[in-house]
């Protein structure tokens, strides 16, 4: 016997898959960063960060990347940001 119910789709199914992997950033090398103007740390997460977020940083929930990305690179390029990190 075969189960007919519907398979809910993942949100990240509607985008092309990734290009590139991007590297991690250890937890020592961010935290020494988060004073830097050169660095920019990107909270995705979409509803869940009531518990609280790193100061300085811009939410921007992963599922707006792809429609968005020309419009953050252009304001990373013109703020002198040099790396995004992006956590959740």
């Given at each position: 016997m075969t189960d007919n119910t519907p398979q809910k789709a993942n949100w990240?199914?509607?985008?092309?898959?990734?290009?590139?992997t991007a590297?991690?950033?250890?937890?020592?090398?961010?935290?020494?960063?988060l004073s830097s103007p050169d660095l920019l740390l990107v909270d995705?997460?979409?509803t869940d960060f009531e518990g609280g977020t790193i100061r300085g940083?811009?939410?921007?929930?992963?599922?707006?990347f792809y429609m968005n990305r020309a419009i953050l690179y252009d304001l990373c390029k013109r703020a002198g940001v040099k790396k995004i990190a992006f956590y959740c």
């Open positions: 990240h199914d509607a985008f092309p898959a990734p290009k590139l590297p991690i950033l250890p937890r020592e090398a961010a935290l020494s960063s995705v997460r979409r940083s811009l939410n921007l929930p992963a599922h707006s």
